[in-house]
């Protein structure tokens, strides 16, 4: 990478930023040049915690796995202290993070590249970490460097900026892989997961880092830092400056997250949720804006391996690659991210183990239990539009027969044909449905002892189908009367067409020697 950045010398200061002299460095989307400068006595210092913040308090000195999944159950995000991380290393953060974002913004556009990046307008950015183009643009108020952590590397180079960022990001990057091992551990061990599943569902290989700063706005109460969104991730740890902005959902509320002192903010994401068949909760959060000063924060994320499979009992089994390319065809498509409901089993879903999911069909009014349909395990699954051409393929040599020589004496026993066709491998057919062709094939049987044969076939199949439908005790005795008949009657049967082979033997015969004589 290593480039040259030249730097105007008013925006070399990030106070200078707080002053609104820099305008140049925020996208021109942002820009407010008539806007009055901000006010400038703010009090730069945080707070320290007070009883009154309602958020649980997690120390990572003493992690106690209860009191852990307490807090995930119940909020989804904690106040993380005693973190370990020395307070002149996140000083040292901010002020880097300061000192990029006042750098004119076409610099920084070209400063990160693909896998690394420079993004405004939205945080929904593809792997290679361009913005996700949105169907219904809603522009978010943020401008951010995307920062896979593998790839800190590439900035190693002449520019002075982007290389003590790198080394700052380097060590605070293994600050976060070692926090996140904790607390995952801590939280698997709550969950009783399995721990050789813990390598695939929290890869550290693949943490990134989102430097954020969300510009000032005079019509802050118009305009969202960043959507109400969940974070795709097994878990985020956010390190907010002074200002203040992020709130999470909880119980129909927004909760103010204030910046206090020395804390993290630890927040799970959807695969955490997944893994925990839903005991713990990806949790719903927001940034506003300041009407009069920029926020910056910077957040981890880390996630689980790409291919590596999550199972759990609520969900399908799927894998993060195909989550990520789901969301990101969402929102591509509508603008928003579904997430999970798009992999989420129905109540109705039944596991049959080995990882197999049935989704068992609800009975309705007109479907009864059969259902429109009824989902194979392993066979593909048979669409109307398959029924439909297999029906009209069996009907086809009926078809091409009344067509060539159309007899109307025969046309009982087409519809006879055509309604079998259509019970064998019509769309949803009721056994009931037997009696279509029953009752046209009953009335050709009287003169034709060829259909009666096929009648009388036909109806016995069409009797035991029938015979589930009869489920009550009391009507046990008409199944045992109807077995018990079909049964008897088919010898009779069997004489009777010897009977009539032989009669037409005999006529065949009579009309043999009456010819020859
Ligand atoms: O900037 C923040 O405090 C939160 C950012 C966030 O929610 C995200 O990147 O998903
Ligand atoms: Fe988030």
Not at 329 to 353: C, H, P, Q, T, Y
Not at 484 to 489: E, N
Request: aromatic share 12%; glycine share 6%.
């Amino acid at each position: 990478m290593g480039k040259a950045i030249s730097m105007d010398s008013t925006l070399s200061s990030p106070k200078s930023q707080k002053m609104g002299w820099a305008q140049s460095s925020y996208p021109p989307h942002f820009r407010q040049p008539n806007y009055p400068n901000p006010r400038v006595d703010q009090d730069d210092s945080l707070q320290p915690i007070t009883d009154s913040d309602p958020l649980p308090l997690i120390d990572l000195q003493q992690l106690i796995p209860e009191k852990l999944g307490e807090a995930c159950r119940d909020w989804g995000l904690f106040r993380l202290v005693n973190h370990g991380i020395p307070l002149t290393l996140l000083n040292q953060l901010q002020d880097q993070a300061n000192k990029l974002f006042s750098l004119p913004f076409e610099s920084k556009q070209a400063l990160f590249t693909n896998p690394m990046s420079y993004f405004w307008g939205t945080p929904a950015l593809t792997p290679s970490g361009t913005a996700v183009a949105e169907s219904a643009q809603s522009i978010n108020w943020v401008e951010g460097f995307n920062v896979p952590l593998t790839q800190l590397p590439q900035l190693q180079g002449e520019d002075p900026i982007s290389d003590s960022f790198r080394c700052v990001l380097e060590e605070y990057g293994r600050h976060m892989s070692r926090l996140a091992r904790s607390v995952f551990a801590a939280l698997a061990m709550n969950l009783g997961l399995d721990p050789t599943l813990s390598e695939s569902y929290l890869s550290e290989s693949t943490g990134i880092i989102r430097v954020y700063r969300y510009p000032y706005c005079s019509e802050a109460s118009r305009t969202c830092g960043m959507e109400a969104h969940t974070d795709s991730s097994v878990l985020a740890v956010l390190n907010q400056d002074n200002v203040g902005g992020l709130q999470v959902f909880k119980d129909d509320e927004w909760f103010d997250i204030k910046p206090v002192a020395d804390t993290l903010i630890v927040n799970l994401g959807d695969m955490m949720q997944a893994m925990s068949n839903d005991e713990l909760k990806s949790v719903k959060h927001r940034v506003k804006v300041n009407r009069f000063e920029e926020r910056v924060s910077i957040c981890y994320f880390v996630f689980p391996m790409e291919d590596g499979v999550i199972r759990s009992s609520k969900y399908k089994p799927f894998t993060y690659k195909e989550f990520r390319a789901q969301v990101q065809e969402d929102i591509k498509a509508s603008g928003f991210k579904v997430g999970l409901e798009r992999f989420k089993l129905s109540n109705s879903s039944i596991s049959i183990g080995w990882g197999i999911h049935i989704q068992a069909p609800a009975a309705s009014f007109t479907g009864g239990l059969v259902g429109n349909s009824s989902p194979f395990v392993v066979l593909p699954q048979v669409t109307p539009l398959i029924t439909f051409m297999m029906v009209l393929l069996a009907m086809f040599p009926c078809l091409v027969k009344a067509w060539r020589e159309p007899r109307p004496g025969m046309i009982t026993r087409w519809v006879a044909y055509a309604y079998t066709c259509g019970f064998f491998f019509g769309w949803h057919v009721h056994e009931k449905a037997s009696l279509h062709f029953l009752i046209p094939l009953a009335i050709v049987a009287v003169h034709n002892l060829e259909d009666a044969r096929h009648y009388f076939l036909l109806s016995i199949v069409s009797c035991y189908s029938l015979l589930h439908l009869l489920f009550e005790a009391k009507e046990y005795p008409i199944k045992v009367l109807l077995v018990t008949w079909l049964g008897f009657s088919a010898p009779f049967s069997k004489i009777a067409s010897v009977q009539a082979a032989e009669k037409r033997e005999n006529a065949v015969l009579h009309l043999i020697l009456f010819n020859s004589v």
